[in-house]
């Protein structure tokens, strides 16, 4: 992998406009309030975000609120150490769980995450008030035991 630098970032707004230009929708219109924990960055060595996530706390769980890698690091396993911090951050939590709402899940189910239905999940996501939702973007909401 390039020299890529990861490291904590209290910078959501450039971490925002990353996931919003990696397909993800942000909106500050939150079905439940919801808590940041924290958030990591990739930059590549000029500075420009190879990649980033969020971890939050919504309704009494953990969440994984936005997730995404620059298209020029995909298949370099970016995404797998993001996302492994998180999961380790909700362990020293004594976090028995991860939850994420997911347009690419098979990425996560190599992860371990798991299909579950909207019933089996808390209210963290807004996907079924948006006007695409089944029509042209098709999540999966997913979870991990941890």
Do not use: H
Request: net charge negative; proline share 4%; charged share 30%.
């Amino acid at each position: 992998m390039m020299d890529i630098k990861i490291e904590l970032t209290e910078d959501m707004d450039r971490l925002n406009a990353f996931f919003e230009e990696n397909d993800l929708e942000v909106t500050d219109e939150e079905p439940v309030e919801t808590s940041v924990i924290k958030a990591w960055k990739a930059e590549y060595p000029d500075g420009k975000l190879a990649g980033g996530i969020c971890l939050a706390y919504r309704e009494g769980e953990y969440i994984i609120d936005g997730i995404a890698v620059d298209s020029g690091c995909r298949g370099e396993r970016l995404g797998e150490k993001l996302l492994s911090l998180a999961v380790e951050e909700v362990r020293k939590r004594d976090g028995k769980k991860i939850y994420l709402v997911a347009r690419a899940p098979g990425f996560f189910m190599t992860q371990g995450f798991k299909i579950i239905s909207g019933e089996d999940a808390p209210l963290f996501y807004e996907c079924a008030t948006c006007p695409q939702y089944k029509v042209d973007c098709f999540p999966e909401i997913m979870s991990l035991e941890v």
